[in-house]
């Protein structure tokens, strides 16, 4: 059974950083894809990052592209996503997944199954 546990989220001003964690366990972790999606009140789930099981490619919403970066330490089954240069509009619950499939890019939504509890970003203004 597959268990995402996120951490690192929190209230950071406009032009701040964080960096989320993602523990991931239930499954043998290089295998798969992981990605991190966000909901803001209102609207729907989207997907901010992705990257492929063997961390060999990234990929980002056009929204976040130069300020996030997703990355993986796979000895230590987690997945992580910095985040600079953080705006109000990056407000949201931050979401890790992980793909369905072995061997997955993480380049689209449908690739992933499988989501933890969800982590609150606030950035305020």
């Known amino acids: 059974q597959v268990h995402l546990v996120e951490s690192g989220g929190g209230l950071v001003q406009a032009g701040g950083s964080l960096r989320l964690s993602c523990a991931a366990s239930?499954?043998?972790?290089?295998?798969?894809?992981m990605g991190w999606f966000r909901q803001a009140p209102g609207k729907a789930r989207e997907l901010v990052a992705g990257?492929?099981?063997?961390?060999?490619?990234?990929h980002y919403q056009d929204s976040v592209r130069g300020r996030f970066t997703i990355s993986r330490d796979n000895p230590k089954n987690t997945v992580y996503l910095q985040m600079n240069s953080l705006k109000p509009e990056d407000t949201a619950v931050y979401y890790c997944?992980?793909?369905?499939?072995?061997?997955?890019?993480?380049?689209?939504?449908?690739?992933?199954?499988?989501w933890g509890q969800g982590t609150q970003v606030t950035v305020s203004s």
């Open positions: 990257i492929r099981w063997n961390g060999g490619t990234t």
């Open positions: 239930g499954r043998t972790f290089n295998l798969y894809a």
């Open positions: 997944a992980e793909s369905r499939d072995a061997f997955s890019g993480g380049r689209t939504e449908q690739e992933f199954a499988y």
